[in-house]
């Protein structure tokens, strides 16, 4: 599996069934080529106009699933959602 077929995956929040959004970006060990985190856009200010302030970086430990249009991850949203 490429990066860009990640970026193509919605995730979903599987403790409240809520959408996150599209993978971004990924985290990963450059020594040993492990992906550390996922990245995912947090939620748009004003309707999208503003842009966002914060993503969303969610462990790759937790990730439960991935399958062929989503990606299901079981997180607790205040504790992986970061403010830029």
Known sequence: MRICDLQEKEVINV??????????DLDFDIC???I???IVPGPAQFCGFL???SE???????????GEDIILVDIKIDECQVRR
Do not use: K, S, T
Not at 56 to 66: A, H
């Open 32 to 34: 040993n080529g492990q």
């Open 56 to 66: 969303y970086v969610i462990p790759f430990c937790q990730v439960r699933q991935i």
């Open 15 to 24: 403790c409240d069934c809520r959408r996150l959004g599209f993978v971004a």
């Open 36 to 38: 550390l985190a996922l």
């Open 51 to 53: 842009g966002r302030d």
